[in-house]
């Protein structure tokens, strides 16, 4: 159904700055939500910053340093990170949902873009 590639990943220094973006083949408008997470080796995939018609939330590990925001029109989100930080080095997932019923939401992924921080 919907496909998502992000972008924009890379090496940067700590301290630097990336900006990824998702990129869907179908409209974002009627999602229910979205978001990016990342998962580093070893560890389990987590949400980073989530984004709703009305509302943004983010992991407490980057309040203040990332920021997501989506572009309907050209069907796309994006995540400004600043003050990148080593243990920021993750493999970051781009995510949309769709409400199907009051239980269930269908969930569509991205295959990931890398980012390393280094120090």
């Known amino acids: 159904q919907v496909q998502l590639v992000e972008s924009g990943g890379g090496l940067v220094q700590a301290g630097g700055s990336l900006r990824l973006s998702c990129a869907a083949s179908?409209?974002?408008?009627?999602?229910?939500?979205m978001g990016w997470y990342r998962q580093a080796p070893g560890n389990q995939r987590e949400l980073v910053a989530g984004?709703?018609?009305?509302?943004?939330n983010y992991a407490d590990s980057v309040k203040g340093r990332f920021t997501i925001s989506r572009d309907n029109a050209k069907n796309k989100m994006y995540l400004q990170m600043n003050s990148l930080k080593p243990e920021d080095t993750a493999v970051y997932y781009c995510?949309?949902?769709?409400?199907?019923?009051?239980?269930?939401?269908?969930?569509?992924w991205g295959q990931g873009t890398q980012v390393t921080v280094s120090s």
């Open positions: 179908g409209s974002i408008f009627s999602a229910s939500a």
């Open positions: 995510n949309v949902k769709y409400r199907r019923t009051v239980y269930y939401e269908d969930a569509y």
């Open positions: 984004i709703t018609s009305g509302s943004t």
